[in-house]
Structures are given as structure tokens and as C-alpha cells.
T-cell receptor, first 112, second 117 residues
Framework: SQQGEEDPQALSIQEGENATMNCSYK?????LQWYRQNSGRGLVHLIL?????REKHSGRLRVTLDTSKKSSSLLITASRAADTASYFC????????????FGKGITLSVRP | GAVVSQHPSRVICKSGTSVKIECRSL??????MFWYRQFPKKSLMLMAT?????????EQGVEKDKFLINHASLTLSTLTVTSAHPEDSSFYIC?????????????FGPGTRLTVT
């Protein structure tokens, strides 16, 4: 498996529900970032969590990081149809000179 | 702030021709820019790291003579796909490194859809 693998690969929920997406990685990191991509568009940076942080919030987003398990989760609360997109985690590994390694992504569908 | 643009957003070219894609950081200077390639329903694959004033660093398996990268200024990097073939058809995305809060964050352009016929 590769650095930055998300699960599930696809998630379908009803509007108003919470969506939880997980990411696992293999190497030691400086930080982990979550991105969103609408179909055929560029990436939008959602949140960055540093290796010495355990939890971070931004609006309806909550990110956790467990460096002992090399895993992170992204929680979107009170989901909206507009949250439908692909979500990627990306790791900035120690010694990688800012190069990000992306996971395969999770396709989130929020049904209105 | 931290806006990155790409031009063109879509391009269709004939097999054997070359195509240039521009990546610009509009409101900040970026000594480092990155070029990615993304296949449908797949993740981003880093192709190369573009350094202002020096040669690009290519990832393993990426042909540097096929994908020419030039980072002539702190706000512009270009990717030229030379002698394009249909298998080069893909979504190409650039990003630019920006120092924020003591850490470098990458800001992504909107992508360029290349179709080679």
C-alpha cells in the first residue's frame, strides 16, 4: 500500500449527516494536509495539521492526527450537498523537501 | 491571497505537436513549484519539482526530455509536453509553495485538461 491511503474509497450519506474519512500513512511526517477536489477541477486546501498537533478545527471540519498509529481522520459535520467532492489526504514527509504524497482519495456523495 | 493560475484550462492538440502549460502564482513569490499529473478517478502523481533559477527535479519514471520544465521567475513555471501522444492526455495540475505560519503550504492551480488526438 502507498503513503497516504484513505478509507473508505467511496462514501454516500444523507444531507445533515456527518462524514468521517480516514487516512493512513507510513513514514514520519512534518504535517498532514487534507484537500478537496470537485470533479475536473483543481485542489482546494482544507486544513493542515502538524505532527505535534492532535486535533484541529475549521468551521464544520475537524481533523485528528495520531502519529503513533500513523493515521488521520477528517470529519465533516452537518454535511451539505455542496460537500460532494473527492477528498485527499497528503503527507509532507520528513526529509521530503516539501514534496507531498497524496492518497488515492475518497469520493463523498451527499444526497439532498 | 495565495492564488495560483494555470493557462490554458483546456487544450486539444494533434499527436506529434508540443503544448506549453503555464503556472503562475498571482499574489506571492514561489521559489518552488510542483507539477502533478492526474488520471481519471485517480490520485495526483508528482511529476517534478520546479526550482526557480535551476533545473527541475524529476520523479522516477518521468521523462525530462518529454516534459520540459522551466521556472524562469519567482511567479512563473512552465511545463511543455513535447511531441505529445494520446497517452499524454491527462489532467495536469501545478502547485506553488508559500511560506505561511512558519511552514510551507502548497497552493494548487485549477488544472489543465490536455487531450491529444
Amino acid at each position: 500500500s502507498q503513503q497516504g491511503e484513505e478509507d473508505p474509497q467511496a462514501l454516500s450519506i444523507q444531507e445533515g449527516e456527518n462524514a468521517t474519512m480516514n487516512c493512513s500513512y507510513k513514514t514520519s511526517i512534518n504535517n498532514l494536509q487534507w484537500y478537496r477536489q470537485n470533479s475536473g477541477r483543481g485542489l482546494v486546501h482544507l486544513i493542515l495539521i502538524r505532527s505535534n498537533e492532535r486535533e484541529k478545527h475549521s468551521g464544520r471540519l475537524r481533523v485528528t492526527l495520531d502519529t503513533s498509529k500513523k493515521s488521520s481522520s477528517l470529519l465533516i459535520t452537518a454535511s451539505r450537498a455542496a460537500d460532494t467532492a473527492s477528498y485527499f489526504c497528503a503527507t509532507d514527509a520528513i526529509g521530503a523537501n516539501s514534496k507531498l504524497t497524496f492518497g488515492k482519495g475518497i469520493t463523498l456523495s451527499v444526497r439532498p | 491571497g495565495a492564488v495560483v493560475s494555470q493557462h490554458p484550462s483546456r487544450v486539444i492538440c494533434k499527436s506529434g505537436t508540443s503544448v506549453k502549460i503555464e503556472c503562475r502564482s498571482l499574489d506571492f513569490q514561489a521559489t518552488t513549484m510542483f507539477w502533478y499529473r492526474q488520471f481519471p478517478k485517480k490520485s495526483l502523481m508528482l511529476m517534478a519539482t520546479s526550482n526557480e533559477g535551476s533545473k527541475a527535479t524529476y520523479e522516477q519514471g518521468v521523462e525530462k526530455d518529454k516534459f520540459l520544465i522551466n521556472h524562469a521567475s519567482l511567479t512563473l513555471s512552465t511545463l511543455t509536453v513535447t511531441s505529445a501522444h494520446p497517452e499524454d492526455s491527462s489532467f495536469y495540475i501545478c502547485s506553488a509553495d508559500r511560506l505561511a505560519g512558519g511552514e510551507y503550504e502548497q497552493y494548487f492551480g485549477p488544472g489543465t485538461r490536455l487531450t491529444v488526438t
